[in-house]
């Protein structure tokens, strides 16, 4: 179990879509050109009688929103490689990039289209709340910018919040953007209503990625048992051979079987210049 549920609480109704957040999200973790990791969808506007009696637009409403760091990630399962994980520390979504094959699996997996592949480092990514930020105790970018506040960040689990107080202010009054026939219970919460809804897409069911990841693991675990045995198999061969050079017949001293003109030790300079440019390459 986690010890910290760390959380979005957002008032959607004093989003004045300025996009602010948007800009600062991708300032502070340069995201690449064309893609963003967070969003704000706007409902249509309803058309309302006005009091002259005419047919008018009524007011219209935002939606921030990015990964939900959902309790029940699909994305999870359908990761082949285990790049992405849930951080068991603060309860958050994470991707190694590292592990990452920018397969797109979890792409298709996430019902809320939060996920996307980088397309200069062309590995997955999406929101991960700023750790940089939390590190130096900032709160991620897009909260910090929202002129209105209508997004406040923090660990629900900790009463103390200001998450948590918005939580526990408006209980019983608190809705989330659920995917239509997929509850992976998100962690992004909004005060009394939101819209648009209906805007989630049908997850690739993770349970197909399953062959993929049967077979893609061992093969890492092959490689990897491979690249072990040949290390083994170096230093074999370097204790053999050492075990060579120090027998019976080297016990009498160096070889001067090269005569007394030092060739032996001018021959050795060629191979220790060799050897760091191999070190080098």
């Known amino acids: 179990m986690s010890t ?38 706007e409902a249509v506007p309803p058309v309302v009688d006005g009091l002259d009696g005419a047919k008018k637009l009524g007011h219209g409403h935002f939606q ?46 996430c019902p809320y289209g939060a996920r996307f592949r980088d397309p200069v480092k ?8 700023c750790p940089e930020r939390r590190a130096a105790g900032l709160a991620p970018a897009c909260v910090d910018t929202c002129p209105t506040k209508a ?7 900790d009463p103390s919040s200001e998450a948590a107080k918005l939580l526990a202010a408006n209980q019983g009054k608190v809705v989330r953007v659920v995917a239509k026939n997929k509850d992976t219970k998100p962690n992004m919460y909004y005060i009394a209503s939101t819209a648009p809804d209906g805007w989630t897409v049908q997850p690739v069911d993770p349970t197909s990625f399953d062959f ?12 990897v048992g491979l690249s072990g045995l040949g290390v083994l198999a170096m230093l074999g061969r370097q204790l053999f051979a050492g075990a060579g050079t120090h027998g019976p017949d080297n016990s009498h001293g160096p070889d001067n079987s090269r005569g007394p003109d030092n060739s032996h030790e001018t021959d050795s300079k060629p191979n220790t210049e060799k050897k760091e440019e191999d070190g080098h390459a």
């Open 4 to 41: 910290q549920k760390l959380a979005m609480v957002i008032d959607s109704a004093k989003c004045i879509d300025c996009k602010g957040c948007m800009a600062s999200c991708k300032q502070a973790n340069n995201v690449s050109r064309g893609v963003w990791r967070n969003w704000i969808k």
């Open 64 to 109: 921030p929103g990015a990964c939900m760091h959902c309790d029940e990630p699909t994305c999870i399962q359908a990761c082949p490689t285990g790049a992405t994980y849930k951080n068991a520390a603060d309860g958050t979504v994470v991707i190694d990039p590292k592990l990452c094959i920018g397969c797109g699996n979890c792409i298709k997996a």
């Open 122 to 129: 062309r590995i997955a990514d999406k929101c991960n709340y």
């Open 151 to 157: 997004r406040v960040f923090g660990d629900i689990n």
């Open 212 to 223: 993929l990841a049967g077979v893609v693991a061992p093969a890492v675990k092959l490689a």
